[in-house]
């Protein structure tokens, strides 16, 4: 029985310490703890926020080997909310997103960079309103471990700035409103 | 004079009547022209404001003409039965359209829990906010009876200008100005 507890407390042990091989992780959306919001000048006065509410995605990472990191979300674009209805059902029109000819926007990582402190660069090919572009984007690696419920969990954040006229919207939203910043809040629970 | 007859309508009929056509036409236009602004037009607000604000008006405006409608003596149909059986129809539909066009719009206005302004003097609650993708549903239903209504509208004038002038008879000129019986 003493031996038993030795091993099972030392298998514990040497898990914990173990270092994290290749891993799968799922974006946690069931759980709502992962969010894509956007950010654009309004006039050049204030910000207006909007997010994305349905996405879905993976990601893998080592962190024996960062940049063989993976990424791949696929955004249901009608999901937009800036919390007006009004608004949203403009930016779902052809105006803008066109949701009913593009309902849907991909990325796909090509790359990552990590830059050892704690944050890199993420490339990969941004599809948005049917037009597909490569995109960089500034990741901090905010932390991993286990979670309460038995799980391993791993987030991230990560912000690129768009143009929307680079995939097509050409809507004239004044000169302060050229660009969209979009910004990833990610946690991924390993599969 | 005020209330219906058998031959004529009365000048409250005939009054919320023209003031009926004349909204949906303006309302439809201004509806149609408002989505072509761009950001910075001035009207890119104040249109939807008016839109919205005689849309809520002529919603109330045809509850109240079809209370007035319901209570009231109706006028011979003229005609023969065809003709009579069609305009009922017609007339029917018109209504339908007029209250699925305004109540779509509503539901797109008020999706998100706003009520809708009414020339800044009242606001219209929001009552149903919980349909998924309402205001894109209630966009497209908007669009369609709107258009619907003022292709049905402008065959219900055709139709009262043969009466006039093709077939002769009191239609039109008793929804112009009451006749004595």
Known sequence: ??????????????????PVQAEDYVIDTDGAHAFVQFKVSHLGYSWLLGRFNDFEGTFSYDEANPSAAKVNVTID????????????????????????KYPQAKFESTSYTANGDGTGVLKGNFTLHGTTKPISIDVTEIGAGQDPWGGFRRGFEGAVTITPADFGMDYD?????????IYLSIEGIRK | MLKNSKRSYGWVAIIMHWLTAMMVFALFGLGYWMLTLGYYDAWYRLGPWWHKSFGMTLLLLTIVRLIW???????????????????????????ALLFITMISGYLIS????????????????????????????????????????????IGHGLAGLRHHFIHKDETLKRMLRPLKD
């Open chain 1, 1 to 18: 029985m003493k031996k038993l507890l030795l091993a099972t407390i030392m298998s514990a042990t040497f898990l914990a310490a173990a």
């Open chain 1, 173 to 181: 939203l004044g000169p302060a409103s050229e660009t969209v910043e």
């Open chain 2, 110 to 153: 008020t999706a998100d829990g706003r009520g809708i302004s009414v020339f800044d003097w009242f606001e219209v609650p929001a009552l149903i906010t919980s349909i998924p993708q309402q205001e894109d549903i209630a966009g497209q239903v908007h669009w369609y009876a709107a258009l619907s209504l003022v292709i049905i509208a």
């Open chain 1, 77 to 100: 674009v009608a999901s937009l909310d800036s919390n007006h209805a009004e608004r949203d059902k403009h930016l779902r029109s052809a105006d803008f997103f066109n949701v009913g």
């Open chain 2, 69 to 95: 409608k319901l209570t009231q003596p109706r006028p011979t149909a003229i005609g023969k039965t065809f003709e009579q059986v069609g305009a009922k129809l017609g007339h029917a539909l018109i209504y």
